[in-house]
């Protein structure tokens, strides 16, 4: 009868316990373009994440996100001038079930800038639940090769929280991440008992998606002056890196610095011959339709064949 009892116990826990692992959300794909919220005993960051610069990490990290993995996670190595990483779970079992489901390695596209995010990784396919946030400009780690891999792809990006993130305790330095055997192993009882002063992710939500465009970007207001930084950079599938652009960008918006439309001349500057095509419909306040007269006016000069 005891052993009967103590089964329905079992298995009342089991069905009320949370969500833990099922295969099938390795197979999410992510939206081109999403923000996420992370709230920590520091306060919130918020981030966005471009899976255009690395599909299967970003899709993850989407994941990883969305099934409510990055609950109560230490942020166990917090290295001053450099980074901020986290993403051991608790419960070791968690940690071996998505770790069985590696991600492929990609090449890096984003630089590790201030405050980007990257997947933490010691070898070929190793990227699997950990991320580090830059604290600084660590151009160095995009090209850093070891152990078969080169750099370090970026995923997102911190776009809100900035001073949250630096108040993340960092007296331990690198010593717990010379210690990851044992956080996996004894899990958040264990860090809360040996270095009390260690922050951590309480939670994680999903809080903005949207469709990119046709070349894996988010949907800008407003188009690129043909020509200008952001539309070269467009045209071969990138968004343009400079750091006026990245910032418009990350509101939904074109660089109005970099995409000044193109004033068009003035006619009261551009003389035409009486009588000709183009004075008669410039008497009218219109433009003469002929496209000869439409070309030589956008380049500020009357056309030469009908104001010879």
Not at 7 to 26: A, G, Y
Not at 67 to 75: C, G, L, P
Not at 261 to 284: Q, R
Request: glycine letters at 8%.
């Amino acid at each position: 009868m005891k052993k009967i009892i103590s089964f329905i116990i079992l298995i009342s826990f089991v069905s009320c316990s949370p969500k833990l692992f099922k295969e099938k959300w390795t197979k999410e794909q992510a939206p081109d373009y999403f923000k996420a919220r992370f709230e920590t005993t520091q306060g919130n960051f918020d981030i966005e994440a471009n899976r255009a610069w690395s599909p299967k990490a970003v899709d993850r990290l989407y994941q990883l996100i969305k099934n409510e993995f990055y609950t109560d996670i230490a942020i166990f190595r917090v290295v001053p001038g450099f980074v901020a990483q986290f993403g051991i779970h608790n419960d070791s079992l968690i940690n071996a079930s998505w770790r069985n489901f590696k991600i492929d390695d990609e090449k890096v596209i984003e630089s590790n800038d201030l405050m980007t995010i990257s997947f933490a990784r010691g070898g070929v396919k190793t990227r699997t639940t950990q991320i580090f946030i830059n604290l600084k400009n660590n151009k160095r780690l995009d090209a850093l090769a070891y152990s078969g891999v080169k750099g370090f792809p970026v995923i997102a990006k911190v776009i809100a929280g900035k001073e949250t993130v630096l108040k993340f305790y960092d007296g331990y330095g690198d010593r717990l991440g010379m210690r990851q055997d044992s956080l996996n192993k004894y899990g958040n009882k264990f860090i809360r008992s040996n270095y009390p002063e260690i922050d951590f992710i309480k939670k994680a939500t999903i809080v903005e998606v949207k469709k990119g465009d046709a070349k894996g970007g988010p949907k800008l207001k407003g188009e690129f002056t043909a020509g200008s930084c952001c539309d070269k950079a467009s045209k071969k599938g990138k968004a343009c890196g400079h750091g006026c652009c990245k910032k418009a960008a990350a509101d939904g918006n074109i660089c109005a610095k970099c995409n000044k439309p193109k004033e068009a001349p003035k006619k009261s500057a551009i003389k035409f011959k009486p009588d000709s095509c183009c004075d008669k419909a410039d008497k009218k306040g219109e433009t003469c339709s002929h496209s000869c007269c439409k070309k030589a006016i956008d380049e500020g000069k009357a056309c030469p064949s009908c104001n010879g």
